[in-house]
């Protein structure tokens, strides 16, 4: 359960923007959509291994 400290006189805009900073930290939204489909760990894998492979090429060419 998330709990946001509210100050006295704090601007319910405010609150809601802790509130959804202390959600996104959390990972629960992330968490929920790899858990809707399934996927292969091979497939996973050759995600990261193309993501890393991109980083690389960025960095490469960066340089």
Same mark, same amino acid.
């Given at each position: 359960? =998330? =709990?946001?400290?509210? %100050? &006295?006189?704090?601007? =319910? &805009?405010?609150? $809601? /923007? /802790?509130? %959804? ?6 990972? *629960?939204?992330?968490? $929920? ?17 193309? %993501?890393? *492979?991109?980083? !690389?090429? $960025?960095? !490469?060419?960066? !340089?």
């Amino acid at each position: 359960m =998330i =709990i946001v400290q509210v %100050k &006295e006189g704090e601007n =319910i &805009e405010k609150a $809601l /923007k /802790k509130f %959804k900073r202390k959600f996104e930290r959390t990972g *629960i939204v992330r968490e $929920l959509r790899s858990r809707q489909a399934f996927e292969k760990p091979s497939v996973t894998n050759r995600k990261k291994m193309m %993501k890393a *492979i991109y980083v !690389q090429q $960025l960095r !490469q060419a960066e !340089q």
